[in-house]
T-cell receptor, first 114, second 109 residues
Framework: TAGITQAPTSQILAAGRSMTLRCTQDMRHNAMYWYRQDLGLGLRLIHYSNTAGTTGKGEVPDGYSVSRANTDDFPLTLASAVPSQTSVYFC?????????????FGPGTRLTVL | GQNIDQPTEMTATEGAIVQINCTYQTSGFNGLFWYQQHAGEAPTFLSYNVLDGLEEKGRFSSFLSRSKGYSYLLLKELQMKDSASYLCAVFDSNYQLIWGAGTKLIIKP
């Protein structure tokens, strides 16, 4: 079982360019999340989706957009990257939003914006 | 605002015991998680507490006091592979997971 996969593993991106980070899970989880992790700041929620067809804003949504066309996929798009978006991005999923469930994490995408 | 505090870094000796503390101030409480994260890897689930008291799982135990807004993770018989960051996270009243910045644990032989 793959669990959650993310692509790419790492990327160097020129400022102003757009990019989509991919996330796919095979656990049929309803809830999915995008976090960024920066040194000393811990995990910060960017966007989330409680179920297919719905999305919501987290703590740091500016500059990012998401979509949830189906249960398995939850891509994160940077429309016009800026250096402050340099970070490690983790996708996660859990059983149902509104319940206490363990979150399962993908391996992460290390993004550098120059 | 919501806040979770953990020590930034701790050092311990192989074979010893270490306690990593976590204090929280959140809008509501629906449970507390501990995750382990090795350098360059994803966080992985360690434990969950929702009621006061101690939950034991092998070499790892987690304690919760809701009245004090306090939890700790206790690691016994430390091994070199326990060198990692340990993340404390709280489910608030909206079932949003609020994360601490993590405690980097360094194990020395």
């Amino acid at each position: 079982t793959a669990g959650i996969t993310q692509a790419p593993t790492s990327q160097i991106l020129a400022a102003g360019r757009s990019m989509t980070l991919r996330c796919t899970q095979d656990m049929r989880h309803n809830a999915m999340y995008w976090y960024r992790q920066d040194l000393g700041l811990g995990l910060r929620l960017i966007h989330y989706s409680n179920t297919a067809g719905t999305t919501g804003k987290g703590e740091v949504p500016d500059g990012y957009s998401v979509s949830r066309a189906n249960t398995d996929d939850f891509p994160l798009t940077l429309a016009s990257a800026v250096p402050s978006q340099t970070s490690v991005y983790f996708c996660a999923s859990s059983g149902d939003a509104g319940e206490v469930n363990e979150q399962f994490f993908g391996p992460g995408t290390r993004l550098t914006v120059l | 605002g919501q806040n979770i505090d953990q020590p930034t870094e701790m050092t311990a000796t192989e074979g010893a015991i270490v306690q990593i503390n976590c204090t929280y101030q959140t809008s509501g409480f629906n449970g507390l998680f501990w995750y382990q994260q090795h350098a360059g890897e994803a966080p992985t689930f360690l434990s969950y507490n929702v009621l006061d008291g101690l939950e034991e799982k092998g070499r790892f135990s987690s304690f919760l006091s809701r009245s004090k807004g306090y939890s700790y993770l206790l690691l016994k018989e430390l091994q070199m592979k326990d060198s990692a960051s340990y993340l404390c996270a709280v489910f608030d009243s909206n079932y949003q997971l609020i994360w601490g910045a993590g405690t980097k644990l360094i194990i020395k032989p």
